[in-house]
């Protein structure tokens, strides 16, 4: 039996990656951890290399050098069929909601437990419903069309959807993407209670620097293709590195947060 599946630790293992296009080097040594049942945050200006990041981890971009650990297991050395298993503990949330436009709120979360689960259709229903339910969506919606639902609606389904399979990662693309500030806020919120409930490693990729600072609980940041620092986001404030605090404290708003902070330690 595949080793993820003996126990619920699920840590992500990223050591020593490099990764080149074309002889142009995009992740220079890398090297991070990933905790299970905390929102892990990779955050970096756009082009630092944060989506070629999670690829290697996801398993969609090959590394040129290093290892990418899934709870011990080497991911370029697991077999056919523990990538497929593997696969199926896997949650994804991209950028907009990528709902099937032709398919119910009900049918989109049933999609993933048609596929891959060895569930009844009755246990298939069961399950999706209690997942929307988690996401406060009502039954009275499990028949409209995504184009009849709002944007945060749309991305509750997603989240639903994402963890229909009851899956050990969750790795989420700028998952709040298109939605207003305070929609935002509760996505992230409803993303890391999920997280932290049923122990999920959740990866983030984000550059909203409001949700770092809410829910970011083990933060990564790419700096040029390589890590520049490692923390929680209770230390963003004082980490004397210059690359992180032009990233943080880029808007005037955090600029503040951190003049009134600094007050404090006074
Ligand atoms: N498939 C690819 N082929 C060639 N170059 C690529 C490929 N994917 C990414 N790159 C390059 O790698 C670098 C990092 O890209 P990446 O998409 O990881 O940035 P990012 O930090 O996610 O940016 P953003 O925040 O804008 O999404 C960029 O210079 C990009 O052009």
Redesign the pocket.
């Known amino acids: 039996m595949p080793k993820f599946l003996l126990n619920n630790l699920n840590m992500i293992e990223v050591i020593h990656v490099n990764k080149s296009?074309?002889n142009?080097p995009?992740l220079k040594d890398v090297s991070a951890t990933f905790q299970p049942g905390q929102t892990n945050m990779i955050i970096?200006?756009?082009?630092?290399?944060?989506?070629?990041?999670m690829k290697c981890i996801i398993g969609l971009h090959t590394v040129d050098s290093g290892k990418i650990l899934l709870n011990g297991q080497n991911l370029t050395e697991m077999t056919f069929q523990e990538v497929k298993i593997l696969r199926q503990k896997v949650g994804m949330l991209f950028q907009g909601s990528a709902l099937f436009d032709s398919a119910t709120v009900l049918e989109n979360v049933l999609y993933p437990l048609e596929m891959f689960s060895s569930m009844s259709k009755a246990e298939q229903i069961e399950r999706a419903s209690f997942c929307l339910h988690r996401v406060s969506i009502d039954p009275k919606a499990f028949g409209l069309y995504p184009s009849e639902i709002s944007g945060g609606m749309q991305k509750r389904v997603a989240i639903a959807r994402a963890i229909s399979m009851n899956p050990l990662y969750l790795f989420c693309d700028e998952p709040n993407s298109g939605l207003d500030p305070q929609t935002s806020l509760i996505i992230d919120q409803l993303i890391h209670e999920i997280t932290e409930e049923f122990k999920i490693t959740t990866v983030i990729?984000s550059?909203d620097m409001n949700s770092v600072m809410e829910i970011g609980d083990n933060i990564i940041f790419?700096e040029k293709g390589e890590k520049s620092w490692q923390g929680h986001r209770s230390e963003i404030f004082d980490t004397g590195n210059k690359a992180l605090e032009d990233f943080v404290f880029a808007s005037d708003l955090y600029k503040k947060v951190k003049l009134s902070h600094s007050l404090l330690d006074k």
């Open positions: 296009f074309d142009n995009v970096g200006k756009s082009g630092s290399g944060k989506t070629v990041l990729n550059h790419i």
